[in-house]
């Protein structure tokens, strides 16, 4: 099943770029969500095999995730892959430039169920897709704005 938004933000790709290799900034946001997040790679810089371990609620259950950064092509994309109770996530980031200060967001996210318990989650996602989906493309260009006034504030 797959997620997919665009948005276009009004700075240049480089620092878009640097922005979403943000992996502490990505932290912060989980933990003040409640989600407790474990970094389990030793590497100081961001990259490929940074990783996390994380364990948050959701309808009621515990649930843990594992994340990888899979591929980190500057300033192209980043991309991610997570593996939780049977089912496969990879989360890519593409940015191409419009201008020398404007660049295209794209964000998608792919889910592969590997058990039945999962393919019940995905097919009862299916059933509300369009929900899903408008929800999907709110949280990511509120994020892209979130970039945008990030950009304005350091050039100020």
Do not use: C
């Not at 990505?26 to 364990?55: C, F, N």
């Not at 892959?81 to 419009?98: A, K, R």
């Not at 059933?127 to 493309?137: I, P």
């Amino acid at each position: 099943m797959k997620f997919s938004a665009k948005e276009d933000i009004e700075a240049p790709i480089e620092q878009v770029f640097e922005m979403l290799s943000d992996f502490d900034a990505y932290e912060r946001q989980a933990m003040r969500r409640g989600i407790e997040v474990q970094r389990t790679d030793t590497r100081t810089a961001p990259g490929v095999g940074v990783s996390w371990h994380a364990l948050f609620d959701l309808r009621g259950k515990r649930r843990d995730i594992d994340i990888v950064v899979s591929a980190y092509d500057r300033p192209d994309a980043i991309h991610f892959t997570s593996d939780t109770q049977g089912l496969h996530g990879l989360v890519t980031m593409q940015l191409t430039p419009l201008s020398p200060k404007r660049t295209r967001l794209g964000v998608e996210v792919d889910l592969k169920p590997k058990t039945l318990s999962a393919r019940l989650l995905v097919q009862s996602l299916k059933l509300a897709k369009s929900n899903l989906t408008k929800r999907f493309k709110l949280k990511v260009a509120d994020y892209a704005k979130t970039m945008e006034t990030r950009y304005q504030s350091l050039q100020a």
